[in-house]
């Protein structure tokens, strides 16, 4: 609550203060324009953002109902402001409002619709457009149905002219917005989301743990492989520890041997870095 009139109080503080600059008489804009346009007066292009500043903050009261502050529509909306102002034509015969409050708009929707969820939304013309207009069409809909009844997805769709899965995506998509594990459940509790999640399989530190234990394994084997010769440091490497190991058959090809003269290297290799591991503490994973 005291959050809500701080910020109140802090937008009609620049409410106040945008009033401030008078508005143009459309002489004076085109006067503006064509200084910014020909000479890139930044001077000119300032006082054309000033005096439709009280606009932005019309058009974004319209998007107060998505509970984003104020200020920040506000702010999203001046930057579209902004660049209408780089883009204008005052030689088109329309006034700058006009043609900005397209841009004011659009920066405004894209930042809503990035603030929504950490899933990018909107990816398509169709989506677009039920992101903003669903909820009050489906009010809508529902109140045509009459007491007691709901407007189906396809009717809906209709009214849009959209799919019907798009419809029935996006109703999923807007019921239920992201939020932080670490938020509490409630004020002044001392519990938050994350506490009730289940945890499943080993923890973080036991994870750690274990890839710093696979790390010194694997430099033990390392170490025993100083102590073979070719043939079974052949093996460690394409047999014992290969993401694809070769086969015994593969292996008696290469030194060309047989493959059971293969498998009784193997055997040997595998017994002396047992007993290296297990001089180093490392029984039960040379197991």
Do not use: C
């Not at 292996?251 to 017994?271: D, K, M, P, T, Y």
Request: glycine share 6%.
């Amino acid at each position: 609550m005291a959050t809500t009139i701080a910020q109140d109080s802090t937008i009609d503080r620049y409410v106040a203060e945008i009033n401030k600059h008078p508005l143009l008489t459309r002489e004076q804009e085109v006067a503006l324009a064509l200084r910014y346009r020909d000479e890139g007066d930044l001077e000119a292009a300032h006082k054309l953002v000033v005096s439709n500043l009280r606009f932005v903050v019309k058009v974004a009261h319209e998007y107060r109902g998505y509970s984003l502050k104020l200020l920040d529509l506000v702010q999203e909306g001046n930057i579209g402001l902004m660049m209408a102002v780089k883009k204008f034509d005052a030689s088109k015969g329309y006034r700058l409002i006009s043609y900005a409050v397209w841009w004011i708009r659009a920066y405004i929707q894209n930042f809503i619709m990035r603030s929504w969820s950490l899933v990018k939304l909107g990816t398509t013309q169709a989506q677009r457009k039920l992101f903003f207009k669903l909820r009050s069409e489906r009010e809508r809909s529902d109140r045509a149905a009459g007491d007691g009844n709901i407007a189906t997805v396809l009717s809906i769709a209709d009214r849009l002219n959209v799919g019907e899965k798009d419809v029935a995506d996006m109703e999923v998509r807007l019921s239920a917005r992201d939020f932080s594990l670490d938020v509490e459940i409630q004020d002044g509790a001392r519990q938050t989301h994350i506490d009730l999640l289940s945890v499943e399989g080993i923890s973080q530190e036991e994870r750690v743990a274990e890839m710093e234990e696979r790390q010194l394994l694997r430099g033990k084997v390392f170490e025993a492989m100083e102590h073979l010769n070719e043939k079974e440091r052949y093996i460690v490497e394409k047999r014992l520890m290969a993401d694809e190991p070769k086969t015994l058959q593969e292996i008696g090809l290469h030194f060309r041997i047989s493959r059971e003269r293969a498998r009784q290297i193997e055997g040997n290799v595998i017994r002396k870095i047992r007993s290296v591991l297990a001089e180093s503490g490392f029984e039960r994973s040379a197991a």
